[in-house]
């Protein structure tokens, strides 16, 4: 009913920029909470950011000040935009929104992305 798909990623340096993309698609009537997720390997599965339709935002404490989380509501997308990259911030990046749908509200995922910092 709902799809969540992420684009953006790729490989950069450290101290470089990467700009992801997440479009929900399907039968939506609200979108209560969109936000961002990463796993590296090993990891658990953490929480970077994400904003609400009023703009409230929250972050991670190992990317404030670098990232920064947008959403364009009539296009029903969030972009994340991640500054002064580090290494550590190597990992699976994974959208995710709280959607009200005809039928109920749920939680849905994106597919992930592949976000790589080295040298």
């Known amino acids: 009913q709902v799809q969540l798909v992420e684009s953006g990623g790729g490989s950069a340096q450290p101290g470089g920029s990467l700009r992801l993309s997440c479009a929900a698609s399907?039968?939506?009537?609200?979108?209560?909470?969109m936000g961002w997720y990463r796993q590296a390997p090993g990891k658990e599965r953490e929480l970077v950011a994400y904003?609400?339709?009023?703009?409230?935002?929250n972050y991670a404490d190992s990317v404030k000040g670098r990232f920064t989380i947008s959403a364009d509501g009539p296009k029903k997308t969030v972009h994340l935009q991640m500054n002064s990259l580090k290494p550590e911030d190597t990992a699976v990046y994974y959208c995710?929104?709280?959607?009200?749908?005809?039928?109920?509200?749920?939680?849905?995922w994106g597919q992930g992305t592949q976000v790589t910092v080295s040298s």
């Open positions: 904003i609400n339709p009023a703009g409230t935002t």
């Open positions: 399907g039968s939506i009537l609200s979108i209560y909470i």
């Open positions: 995710n929104a709280d959607v009200l749908t005809p039928r109920r509200r749920e939680d849905y």
